[in-house]
């Protein structure tokens, strides 16, 4: 019978049995203790891609230097509910102390340390990097800065993080569907919370996707402007401009580059080889043929038609 939830519990007097329980079913990591004493449990569900899990335990420190990273594939995120008791956290951009209460994001593929300097709580969510990021557009600043305070959003997270180690019973859907449910509330949190510096980085992060998003869904019509873009936005030209001088571009640049890539893709592909270079061109944005070719050789070193001949397979 095959076991879609798998589910620990237990309490421990070493930190060394207790440190490889945590390795062998969440993340690998060093772990060490001001003294020689240690108590804890730790409590664990495992539904699919997700691992959600409690864990109680007296003052010690934990590390996952590059020698960790080499030992296992590292393409998720460790999301940290600090329920009871502040820790100290190095990793990224972030170098300090976080407060009870607080959400902390770790990206398994950069090396951290984590210290609990007193008795702790932690409820703790790992999820796939790409499912993560994917979730919400502001989620991906908390790897680089915690999210604390008293919000509803924050309460809500916990609360439902707490729920899903509980759930030893549920369906692996329902995990699913609750985990993204938290990573979905704190990114809202950021958004809402957002102050200062902080939040004006954010929503410019937010609207920046927004502009790419619009453009990669325009940019075939061969009248599309900077300015419909702005007006779709709800934003001035100029503030487009800086949108893309942030990104080291250009609108036209962009533009360019987008019509280009589509371009050489279908010239490349056989499915279309049945399509002539000039619809191909005309479809994917130019009105002049010209152009188009000028900027396609300066692009890729080739005119139009030699990239779809280098593309075809030899005759024997």
């Known amino acids: 019978m095959i076991r879609n939830i798998e589910s620990g519990s237990q309490s421990y007097e070493e930190l060394r049995a207790w440190g490889d329980c945590v390795s062998r079913t969440l993340v690998n ?12 449990s730790y409590h664990y569900m495992i539904a699919k891609d997700c691992v959600a899990s409690r864990l109680f335990g007296t003052a010690h420190r934990t590390s996952r230097p590059q020698r ?20 100290t956290v190095s990793h990224r951009r972030q170098d300090g102390s976080v407060p009870e209460g607080s959400f902390i994001a770790f990206d398994s593929s950069k090396p951290h340390e984590l210290a609990m300097n007193e008795p702790f709580d932690h409820l703790v969510l790992r999820m796939p990097r790409a499912r993560f ?36 019973g549920a369906m692996p859907r329902t995990v699913s569907v609750m985990a993204e449910t938290v990573v979905k509330l704190l990114g ?25 998003k619009s453009l990669e869904d325009n940019f ?56 002539s270079v000039t619809d191909i061109a005309f479809e994917s944005g130019f009105n002049d043929l010209s152009h188009f070719s000028k900027r396609f ?20």
Do not use: W
């Not at 934003?235 to 371009?263: H, P, Q, W």
């Not at 050789?297 to 024997?316: C, D, I, M, T, Y």
């Open 29 to 40: 990591l060093d772990f060490s203790a001001a003294g020689s004493r240690f108590s804890g």
């Open 68 to 87: 960790k990273l080499r030992e296992v594939e590292n393409d998720f995120v460790l999301l940290i509910y600090l329920k009871t008791g502040k820790a």
């Open 133 to 168: 990021i994917s979730l919400h557009p502001a989620v991906s600043s908390m790897l680089d800065r915690p999210v604390e305070g008293r919000a509803t959003e924050i309460q809500a997270a916990a609360g439902i993080l707490d729920m899903i180690v509980s759930l030893g």
């Open 188 to 212: 809202d949190c950021v958004v809402k919370e957002g102050e200062g510096d902080v939040g004006r980085a954010v929503r410019h992060d937010l609207l920046a996707g927004r502009i790419v």
């Open 220 to 275: 075939t019509d061969p009248d599309y402007s900077s300015t419909d873009l702005a007006e779709a936005m709800g934003i001035s030209r100029r503030y487009v401009d800086s949108i893309f001088a942030g990104m080291n571009s250009t609108f036209g640049k962009t533009l360019l580059e987008k019509r280009l890539e589509r371009c050489d893709l279908l010239l490349r592909d056989p499915q279309f080889r049945s399509r």
């Open 297 to 316: 050789r300066e692009r890729f070193g080739v005119a139009p038609r030699q990239a779809r001949k280098s593309a075809q397979p030899a005759l024997n």
